[in-house]
């Protein structure tokens, strides 16, 4: 009969010898602190806890000890594969942080290297400003009038009554065209148009009409000889300079912001009898001719402190220009105005120098973006 094999003392199986489970503790740990990268630690972790890494198979030779033994081994090599898990654990996170810390570096995108990519146009600001102006009237049941820009002496001039002695038919002012006495000009402004309307059609009339103008003036931050007005005319029974007052302010209001209002102030103009110089509050102070900056309270530049910002002119339609244009001043009255389209874009949009509306620098003109 056989009995126990008393020979074999499995407490003396090798791989679970303390010094060798903490060899194998040691350079699991060891493998783990040098691991450089993601990639590295993944043989690292195959290598010192895969199925046939030193602890791993030490785990194994547990089973065949006598339980006294099989305890103490257990816990040693417990131990010592927790403590290589945990290392695991902690270098991977660090790992993965460096990872993602060079990621970002690495793909960082130059958002000022030059593209390839088809650059969008954008249209000029002078037209989408005559079209926003055209739509606040055209809201109203306004009609869009327009006129030819070489035109008749006579509709620039005679018809606006402005008689042929007066300053602004001198060569100072305005463009003729060559020879000098076939009566055209360059329109030295929009106010033809009112000629022309009331001319070809019959009132009420409610129209407003945007269009370039010419006049001989220097070519600065504050002028150009070519530039853009807008001209408004109502002609009905009854109209009054209160309802010139209300449109301007309705206008005013929509093309500034709510609360943005007009003054008028006497002047004169030959086609309009009275006659106003229309000034707006001006949108950025609204009136206090101050500001608050982060440097303290300053002088409003918009303004330059005066919390009114000159606009245009405008009027009650004079009855010798409605006699000229065939309308009946009897029955019908009219008021009429005229802005400077390039100066209220320029106040509207902070626009320093005039010249920047003409020179056409797509920098300039794509900083409107693609406005429809
Ligand atoms: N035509 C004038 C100018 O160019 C502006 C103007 C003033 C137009 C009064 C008007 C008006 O219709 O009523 O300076």
Avoid at 4 to 31: G, H
Avoid at 45 to 57: I, K
Avoid at 279 to 307: H, K, M, P, S
Wanted: glycine share 8%; proline share 6%.
């Amino acid at each position: 009969m056989s009995g126990p094999n008393t020979d074999y003392d499995p407490v003396e199986v090798d791989a679970l010898k303390p010094e060798e489970v903490e060899a194998a503790r040691d350079a699991a740990l060891a493998a783990i602190a040098q691991a450089a990268d993601l990639a590295d630690l993944k043989q690292v972790r195959t290598a010192h806890t895969g199925d046939r890494s030193p602890l791993a198979l030490a785990n194994r030779e547990i089973g065949a000890l006598p339980p006294q033994a099989r305890k103490e081994a257990g816990q040693r090599v417990g131990q010592a594969r927790g403590a290589v898990g945990k290392a695991l654990a902690e270098r991977q996170v660090v790992l993965e942080a460096e990872h993602e810390e060079r990621m970002l570096v690495e793909e960082t995108v130059d958002v000022t290297l030059p593209t390839d990519r088809l650059p969008r146009g954008a249209r000029h600001p002078l037209t989408t400003g005559a079209e926003h102006i055209a739509d606040i009237f055209v809201a109203m049941g306004w009609e869009v009038a327009e006129g030819p820009v070489i035109e008749a002496e006579w509709l620039n001039f005679d018809a606006l009554n402005l008689g042929p002695d007066h300053p602004a038919r001198t060569m100072q002012d305005t463009f003729w065209t060559d020879p000098e006495d076939h009566g055209l000009v360059l329109r030295t402004h929009t106010s033809p148009v009112q000629a022309r309307t009331m001319l070809t059609r019959t009132p009420p009339i409610y129209v407003v009409c945007p269009g370039r103008v010419f006049r001989t003036d220097e070519y600065d931050a504050t002028h150009s000889p070519v530039f853009h007005q807008v001209e408004g005319l109502a002609i009905d029974e009854g109209i009054s300079m209160a309802h010139l007052k209300g449109t301007l302010d309705h206008f005013a209001a929509a093309m500034f912001g709510e609360g943005i209002s007009t003054r008028f102030r006497p002047s004169f103009f030959p086609f309009t009898e009275p006659s106003a110089e229309v000034d707006l509050v001006c949108f950025v102070c609204r009136g206090a001719q101050v500001v608050t900056t982060a440097d303290g309270v300053e002088t409003c530049r918009t303004c330059r402190g005066e919390g009114w910002i000159e606009w245009g002119g405008c009027g009650v339609v004079n009855p010798r220009v409605l006699t000229a244009c065939g309308v009946d001043s009897e029955r019908y009255s009219g008021f009429a105005f005229g802005m400077g389209i390039d100066r209220t874009l320029m106040f509207r949009h902070g626009i320093e120098d005039m010249r920047e509306l003409f020179e056409g620098d797509v920098r300039f003109t794509t900083a409107f973006g693609t406005e429809l």
